[in-house]
């Protein structure tokens, strides 16, 4: 069973936040249990909030060193979510910010950050990160956020937790900021429509610099324009001149790579205190839902289900965006057993097949299972 506490206020300590600068003190506190896993968080609340609009969702992911039990380390003086409601982001872009806190000795990803990329399939959500995901759709349904306007930012251990978390569940945020991360660069393939901005310094003895650098090329590998700042893979890290990266900005990339010179583990700070436009491009980005084609279920009964489509690999994704299976294949038919990864087969219900970066573009088909 899962549950919220301390959640509801009366609505007028929703309103008393004023246009200007932001702290700690702003965020309201609460805990969040998903299964026996219990986390702490805190909540920031837009000024002006009002239950009849909807707001974005930045859900930030700290690092190692801001774990404990106390629901205040991983915001005391935090970059990577104080950004968020500081400067004129609150005014432009207002929104709702959560950041929660992973206890002492756990991780949000159950793998070892000096070894960089990891092989997911290895890897399971941990216990932590599925709580973290049962409080953002918890979130959905009390507070008026948009589900096409949620992102995800976070460095070092939280850099980790922001691939990993866009990797099992691609189709459910617009956009990523992990910092000092790494994931499993074999399935760059499923974020295919996931804009993403990744930063990493190169002197970084914490987590390689190849953890960012291997995920945003296997991205450019499997098709996808890549703009890479200050650090351009593909021409010896020469960068690109201050003026070019800021007019190429304005046409809203939807994939980034800044890689800061010299810069050791702490590259969040230069990246969520120092890089003009990370906000304004952040916002820009909404969820895209392209229209689909619902198939009808007489035709779609069956054990199996096939399409035609181009050859390439297929993720099955559930009516929440969240990924069901991953299916390659070498052949132009593309056949679904109606199981999950664990080969449980699924229940009754929409589900969405999307080709990953194929030269026709990207498809988007509905398939009823029975």
């Known amino acids: 069973m899962n549950r919220i506490y301390t959640l509801y206020f009366p609505l007028f300590v929703l309103f008393v936040l004023s246009a200007s600068a932001y702290d700690e003190k702003d965020f309201l506190s609460a805990t ?161 429509d996931m804009p993403i901005w990744a930063f990493h310094g190169n002197a970084d003895p914490t987590v390689p610099v190849s953890g960012s650098r291997d995920m945003m090329s296997a991205i450019q590998n499997m098709g996808a324009n890549v703009l890479f700042s200050n650090c351009n893979l593909q021409q010896n890290c020469t960068g690109m001149p201050a003026q070019e990266f800021a007019d190429s900005l304005k046409k809203s990339p939807m994939y980034i790579y800044t890689e800061l010179d010299g810069v050791d583990h702490n590259s969040w700070d230069p990246a969520f205190l120092e890089t003009p436009g990370l906000y304004d491009w952040v916002f820009s980005k909404t969820r895209e839902v392209p229209p689909v084609s619902i198939a009808s279920p007489d035709a779609m009964s069956g054990s199996n289900t096939r399409h035609q489509l181009a050859i390439g690999s297929v993720g099955v994704f559930d009516i929440n965006g969240t990924l069901v299976k991953t299916v390659y294949y070498k052949n132009v038919e593309f056949k679904w057993d109606g199981t999950n990864q664990n080969g449980d087969r699924v229940g009754t219900g929409i589900y969405f097949v999307k080709n990953l970066f194929n030269s026709k573009g990207h498809a988007l088909k509905v398939f009823i299972a029975n």
């Open 32 to 192: 969040h249990t998903f299964n026996t896993t219990t986390l702490g968080f805190r909540l920031f609340v837009p000024p002006g909030y009002s239950p009849d609009s909807l707001y974005p969702l930045v859900l930030t992911l700290h690092g190692a060193g801001r774990r404990g039990n106390d629901n205040e380390n991983q915001i005391a003086g935090s970059s990577v979510t104080l950004s968020w409601v500081r400067n004129d982001v609150p005014t432009k872009h207002p929104c709702f910010v959560v950041t929660p806190q992973c206890p002492n000795d756990n991780k949000w990803v159950d793998t070892d950050w000096e070894k960089g990329n990891y092989d997911l399939s290895k890897v399971p959500l941990s216990n932590e990160m599925l709580t973290v995901m049962d409080l953002v759709d918890s979130l959905i349904k009390i507070f008026p956020i948009d589900t096409n306007r949620l992102y995800v930012a976070g460095n070092s251990m939280g850099g980790y937790g922001t691939w990993n978390v866009i990797l099992n569940y691609p189709g459910k945020f617009a956009a990523a900021v992990p910092v000092c991360g790494a994931g499993d660069k074999s399935l760059a393939g499923l974020l295919s």
